[in-house]
């Protein structure tokens, strides 16, 4: 009933499609957003057919013994579609696992979506992976505001936007991303934790101009001087700044309160959260203070997701009993 393969390029148009209308997918999971860094991982990505029909999709990358979904993303999933039902989604996982103790990998490792970025509740893989006895391997905390119950800025962040205000800051979604991380996000990565950005300056342009309604730049700037920006990303739920930062006068001008602001309010419409970057470190053990104080004054609230390494050989004793 249920095959599987692996992804080729030849299954473009058949993959993108699917994700379009998948009930657990977000434009991350295009394969022109996939793609643009292929060099840097050998993919391994499995498709899934019901009866001939494409039934799921897993996105993911091969290292040594182990597939990951996707070391190249900020998340992956067992991706499906609104008409899936548990059971046979139960049998098609299965049969991945299957699949992939078959050709040599031994454990599969995979870091689940966000349940906020789904369309419609999908949280048969966590279900999956508790049957076949799978491993917590990490657990990131997001802070997230809902826009349906969304809290007002704490005083301490209100008096920032006053600031910006009294400096004469000024917001523009220009685009301009090169002033944003070469003037800003770059050298400061480089000075505080001696890194650099996941992407690179044009992979950033690149994706964008594949993915304009998806992904865009904002910067504050006084007297014509970039001095914060950042750069979003917009999914279907989701305002997401992938990338935030500011000059050293950040404190005295307010510049990073007044950006919030502006972006968790400009681009709400339709959209049903904001979610900040995650707060914890070390695979979860150590959560950083001074960013959930900062957060939590903008009205956010932890979520957590959750990161599991599963031994694929279980496929040959995975069951669930029905009554």
């Known amino acids: 009933m249920f095959r599987v393969i692996k992804y080729t390029n030849e299954h473009k148009k058949e993959w993108d499609n699917f994700i379009a209308t998948a009930k657990n997918a977000t434009f991350l999971f295009q394969r022109d957003f996939m793609d643009y860094h292929k060099n840097r991982f050998e993919d391994f990505s ?42 046979d989604s139960f ?18 490792d995979i870091q689940i979506i966000p349940t906020f970025y789904t369309n419609l509740p999908s949280d048969e893989l966590e279900y999956f992976l508790f049957k076949a006895n799978a491993k917590l391997i990490k657990r990131d905390v997001i802070l997230l505001i809902d826009y349906q119950n969304k809290l007002r800025f704490k005083k301490n962040r209100r008096e920032g936007i006053n600031k910006a205000l009294r400096n004469d800051l000024i917001i523009k979604i220009d685009n301009d991303f090169d002033a944003f991380w070469k003037e800003i996000l770059i050298p400061n990565l480089s000075k505080k934790h001696n890194s650099s950005p996941v992407h690179t300056l044009k992979e950033i342009k690149l994706l964008a101009t594949r993915f304009p309604t998806n992904i865009t730049q904002v910067n504050v ?32 001008f307010g510049s990073l309160d007044f950006l919030y602001d502006f972006i968790i309010n400009h681009f709400k419409e339709d959209k049903k959260y904001f979610s900040f970057n995650t707060s914890s470190e070390d695979n979860g053990k150590l959560l950083k203070q001074g960013l959930l104080f900062w957060k939590e004054g903008c009205g956010a609230r932890p979520h957590v997701f959750n990161n599991y390494e599963v031994n694929t050989r279980v496929y040959k004793t995975l069951e669930i009993k029905t009554i």
């Open 46 to 87: 499995l498709m899934v057919y019901k009866d001939e029909k494409l039934y799921a999709l897993l996105p993911a990358n091969k290292s040594r013994n182990i597939v990951i979904s996707h070391q190249g993303l900020t998340y992956g999933s067992f991706i499906l579609n609104e008409s899936a039902k548990l059971l």
């Open 91 to 108: 049998k098609a996982f299965k049969k991945v696992l299957e699949f992939l103790n078959n050709k040599g990998i031994e454990k599969l």
């Open 221 to 252: 700037y006084k007297d014509d001087k970039i001095v914060a920006g950042t750069t979003v990303f917009l999914t279907k739920n989701v305002v997401h700044p992938q990338y935030v930062s500011a000059n050293q006068d950040k404190n005295t």
